[in-house]
């Protein structure tokens, strides 16, 4: 079967729910993904960053082998020999007492809310009912019903609902506003420390800090949706980090399994978790022997590699690099680490006809609301492999307008 051939058998059977760039791929390694007619494509957009640790990384690749053949799932009535070594090497990682399993970003979200309300009933003393949560303007944080019902992007909600009440929107990067909101029902503020889907929105310097004092003030937690921006994304190991802030709460998923397996999780200390008691919570795959194992990998690769590191110095050499090009259709260039938005002109029509002209040169970028080309490959990328995708995109973005398909 061709290319063609793959593509209208999903249009013919699969829900239109995504409108993904026409390759069909077969097979990838490290940044590099071939398609069925073996064309090689140099991936930047990683997956949302699920792949920070490049594709098919050949120590994580080689624990799903060995889990796979000795236990892949004990559900959570019994014990497994891989939870608690996962539990250990993740909360040592990130400074925190507890880890909550989970397996999607968005159910991760979504133990992270509950968490925070009971927090706020039991702790705090808000009454029955009356919890608030704080979100964000242009927040991404997946697509249950409750989590699209406190967006506020028309295309993730429009007519799904009736939503769950009790979250309050706020303008991303407004401390004012956030303030004017905060009030004694509020237990917690839920914040991406960079929007990735509304484009690589970087708020302004000393926010997150700001609102970690806020938090403090009004006795409130201050949780860090860290799905696509943790984990080397942005150069430190969690994107709140560049601020010294500690969250009381980090959401993590996406590479926490180095895109093999979907694991994610909520980290945090005992005067927050420790409200889950048995029963309150919880999910069949949460927390599997073949998904801890594969985390407790990823983890080590993403440190004994370099990968922050390298994420934080080809990150500021690429930024640098597209900040100085010359292009009649660029009207921003921003990001930390490896995850760089270019802002088209709305003139430009967008930037899917750019993405689709760097697929033909052999670089696979997806466009985020519109005008910007997200720019996020895996954080192993030699500078070799880096320059030449920058001079792909180069050559796209000062030539005339590519045309619309
Ligand atoms: C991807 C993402 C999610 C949702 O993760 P899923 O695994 O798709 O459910 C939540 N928050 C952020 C910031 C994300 O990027």
């Given at each position: 079967m061709s290319s063609l051939d793959f593509i209208s058998q999903e249009s013919a059977f699969g829900a239109h729910n995504y409108h993904p760039l026409e390759v069909v791929i077969e097979r990838a390694s490290g940044v590099w993904v071939w398609d069925v007619e073996g064309k090689k494509y140099l991936d930047c957009l990683a997956a949302y960053s699920a792949v920070n640790q490049g594709h098919c990384h050949p120590k994580i690749i080689e624990t799903l082998k060995q889990q796979a053949e000795k236990c892949t799932l004990t559900s959570r009535a019994f014990f497994n020999d891989q939870l608690g070594p996962f539990y250990q090497q993740l909360s040592e990682l990130l400074g925190y007492e507890k880890v909550l399993p989970m397996n999607t970003g968005a159910e991760a979200v979504e133990t992270a809310i509950k968490?925070?309300?009971?927090?706020?009933?039991?702790?705090?003393?808000?009454?029955?009912?009356?919890?608030?949560?704080?979100?964000?303007?242009?927040?991404?944080?997946?697509?249950?019903?409750?989590?699209v019902g406190f967006?506020?992007?028309?295309?993730?909600?429009?007519?799904?609902?009736?939503?769950?009440?009790?979250?309050?929107?706020?303008?991303?990067?407004?401390?004012?506003?956030?303030?004017?909101?905060?009030?004694?029902n509020v237990c917690a503020m839920l914040i991406e420390p960079i929007q990735g889907e509304a484009g690589i929105i970087i708020?302004?310097?000393?926010?997150?800090?700001?609102?970690?004092?806020?938090?403090?003030?009004?006795?409130?937690?201050?949780?860090c949706d860290e799905i696509q921006a943790g984990l080397g994304r942005t150069g430190k190991m969690l994107c709140c980090q560049h601020e010294n802030?500690?969250?009381?709460?980090v959401i993590l998923g996406k590479a926490l399994s180095g895109g093999v397996y979907p694991v994610s999780a909520v980290v945090g200390d005992d005067k927050v978790l420790s409200v889950f008691e048995p029963g309150s919570h919880g999910s069949t795959y949460g927390g599997n022997p073949l998904g801890a194992a594969c985390a407790r990998t990823a983890l080590s690769v993403l440190v004994d590699?370099?990968?922050?590191?390298?994420?934080?110095?080809?990150?500021?050499y690429a930024l640098e690099r597209l900040c100085k090009l010359d292009s009649p259709h660029v009207k921003d260039v921003r990001g930390l680490g490896l995850w760089i938005g270019i802002e088209l002109h709305a003139e430009t029509g967008g930037a899917r006809p750019f993405c689709e002209a760097l697929r033909g040169m052999g670089v696979l970028c997806k466009e985020t609301h519109d005008y910007v080309i997200r720019f996020a490959p895996p954080l192993m990328i030699s500078k070799a492999d880096l320059d030449w995708a920058l001079e792909q995109l180069e050559a796209v973005l000062t030539a005339p307008l590519p045309v619309a398909k």
């Open positions: 968490a925070a309300r009971r927090w706020g009933y039991r702790n705090k003393g808000i009454a029955a009912g009356q919890a608030e949560i704080l979100v964000f303007g242009g927040n991404f944080h997946g697509r249950t019903t409750t989590v967006s506020s992007d028309d295309a993730y909600q429009a007519d799904f609902g009736p939503f769950t009440p009790g979250f309050k929107i706020v303008p991303y990067g407004d401390l004012a506003a956030v303030e004017a909101a905060m009030n004694g708020p302004p310097a000393g926010y997150l800090q700001a609102l970690r004092a806020l938090a403090d003030k009004n006795n409130c937690l201050l949780i802030v500690r969250p009381d709460l590699e370099g990968m922050v590191e390298n994420s934080r110095d080809l990150g500021a």
